[in-house]
């Protein structure tokens, strides 16, 4: 069985629990208990997603997989969802494509939410990735959520389609701390898609432009009165 194309250097940190939300993240309780027929053992605790061929592992770089299972019954849609030792959380979802898809009304519950307790929209933008005779389209979009002195908490909302298959991917994260970390998670997951999904040849470096994120709007300093 091959194992997944999930780099070390493209290894998955996910934003710290203490600015997190009431997102769509689901518990592993429930994952634990329903449709994990979903996903099949590798042989090597990876966890292969049957349908679509996209292969969550174990571990990705610090973060152990701690939960895997269906998402949302009517779409037919399944997820994996990891966690580390310091209360940093993300989730990749699958959902195969049966209409036309559209990532920001697929994602409008996710935004309603997020708009709905405060969170802030400080940016979107929809990128192409993959290169070739067919690029794969990759919409973003990032809510503020929280801001301390020195940190601001933020969760990243990431979908394209890969062949027959929707793939979204959420990071939570404090920025500046974690902006390589939630690059990385995107890299690992959509690089991911293209080699098990689309099954095209691993990308030779980073599949997502470096790009960065927006900071907190910051006030202009007062302008001292002129001299009489």
């Not at 099949?40 to 973060?63: N, R, V, W, Y």
Request: with cysteine; net charge negative.
């Amino acid at each position: 069985m091959q194992r997944a194309f999930f780099p070390v250097a493209l290894g998955v940190c996910f934003a710290l629990s203490l600015a997190r939300t009431e997102t769509a993240m689901i518990s592993p309780a429930a994952a634990q208990t329903t449709d994990i027929d979903a996903f099949k053992d590798t042989g090597d605790q990876d966890k292969l997603h049957s349908a679509s061929g996209f292969i969550c592992p174990l571990f990705i770089g610090h973060f152990e997989r701690d939960a895997y299972g269906e998402r949302d019954p009517s779409l037919a849609a399944d997820f994996c969802a990891y966690s580390a030792i310091d209360g940093v959380y993300g989730t990749i979802t699958l959902t195969p494509l049966k209409t036309a898809y559209d990532p920001k009304t697929a994602l409008a519950p996710e935004f309603a939410e997020q708009e709905g307790i405060g969170g802030r929209l400080i940016g979107e933008r929809t990128m192409m990735i993959g290169g070739g005779a067919a690029p794969i389209s990759v919409y973003s979009r990032t809510y503020e959520t929280a801001a301390l002195e020195t940190l601001h908490y933020r969760i990243q909302f990431a979908s394209g389609t890969v062949g027959a298959w929707a793939v979204e991917a959420t990071v939570e994260f404090a920025t500046p701390r974690d902006d390589d970390k939630r690059r990385d998670f995107l890299n690992a997951v959509f690089t991911e898609a293209l080699v098990h999904i689309a099954k095209v040849a691993p990308p030779t470096g980073p599949v997502i432009p470096v790009e960065p994120v927006a900071a907190p709007a910051t006030p202009p300093a007062p302008v001292p009165p002129a001299p009489h």
